[in-house]
């Protein structure tokens, strides 16, 4: 697979990035953790070089996974990007801190988890209203002089939020909530980061298998969807049914739906890659070929016209 200067950043990574928040059980139930190794080590042999996870999925059980699922390949050859906010307790209990101390003292944990001396990617994965950026950016300059981590960015920040954080720090990379059904960043967060040249590495770009064409909108969800508006009801269908209408359309292109709605998403200028969570190895197969699918001017619009109907 090709790879891409990820923003200002010395990384180059596959613009397919592997997401491993499936290995949350709180989200999504439990997956066999042999299964979920055997898909991160297929992703690799097809080219894929970026991972992404997080301390908060599984608190520390898909850190964990995807260490030992890593742990044979070229740590070099490897891009590593994992995330911090929540503080953890025995008892179960969280609540957001990006404290000094506490970013230090997580991000030694993260690294114990992967089984790694550095993550090539360390980003905030929320806003804390409570800590001080200041404070917050401190504590990762000093993971950067000590080689802990390579590059930091953020996750779920606002423009006005991105743009303090890059008064105070060189916050190269973002990663927001972006899909074909949830493009309003593309007023102005998105924008800002293209004229920053900050990396955007968009999550949920299948919005949670909604865009897969998998679904005819009468199924029940036993994991957090159940609790999702989209996901239920006359609106299920909606989405559903639009979302079917583009197997034609990728018939035409001799692509499936999902390798159509994730080109058209990286087709997107704003957009540098797309975090694909993946459970068998088949579906990073499929993903894996992504992003040499051209996609036409005419057909990108068309694409985008289903889906925006439907909002």
């Known amino acids: 697979m090709k790879k891409i200067r990820f923003g200002s950043t010395a ?16 989200f999504w139930g439990r997956v066999d953790e042999d299964d979920l190794q055997s898909c991160m080590r297929r992703a690799f042999e097809l080219g894929v070089n970026f991972f ?48 000094h101390d506490y970013v230090l003292e ?31 950016t401190a504590a990762l ?5 000590a080689g802990k981590v390579r590059h930091y960015g953020l996750s779920n920040f606002s423009t006005e939020q991105v743009r303090w954080a890059r008064s105070l720090g060189s916050y190269e990379t973002l ?19 293209r004229t920053q040249d900050m990396g955007v590495l968009a999550y949920s770009p299948l919005y949670h298998g909604m865009l897969t064409g998998k679904y005819t909108g009468t199924e029940k969800f036993q994991d957090f969807r159940s609790g999702l508006p989209d996901f239920r009801g006359k609106r ?26 994730l080109a058209v998403t990286l087709a997107t200028p704003l957009i540098d890659c797309v975090i694909v969570g993946i459970k068998k190895p088949e579906h990073i197969e499929e993903a894996a070929r992504v992003p040499d699918i051209a996609v036409p001017r005419e057909v990108y619009h068309k694409v985008r016209g289903i889906i925006a109907a439907v909002k």
């Open 236 to 261: 299920f269908k909606q989405i559903a049914s639009a979302v079917a209408s583009l197997g034609p359309i990728a018939g035409e292109l001799g692509v499936s739906i999902v390798q159509l709605v």
């Open 11 to 26: 990384l180059q990574v596959s613009p397919v990035c592997y997401g491993s928040w499936q290995a949350s059980p709180k």
């Open 52 to 99: 992404d996870t997080a301390d908060a999925y599984g608190d520390g059980l898909s850190e964990t996974i995807l260490g030992r699922a890593l742990a044979d390949f070229p740590r070099h050859e490897l891009v590593i990007a994992t995330k911090v906010y929540n503080h953890f307790y025995p008892d179960g209990h969280r609540h957001p801190d990006l404290s």
């Open 175 to 193: 990663q927001p909530r972006y899909s074909l059904l949830h493009t309003d960043d593309e007023k102005d967060v998105l924008p800002y980061c």
């Open 141 to 145: 300059e000093k993971l950067v002089e």
């Open 106 to 136: 997580e991000c030694e944990a993260s690294l114990r988890r992967l089984g790694t001396d550095y993550v090539d990617l360390y980003q905030l994965h929320f806003f804390d209203p409570l800590t001080h950026l200041e404070e917050t």
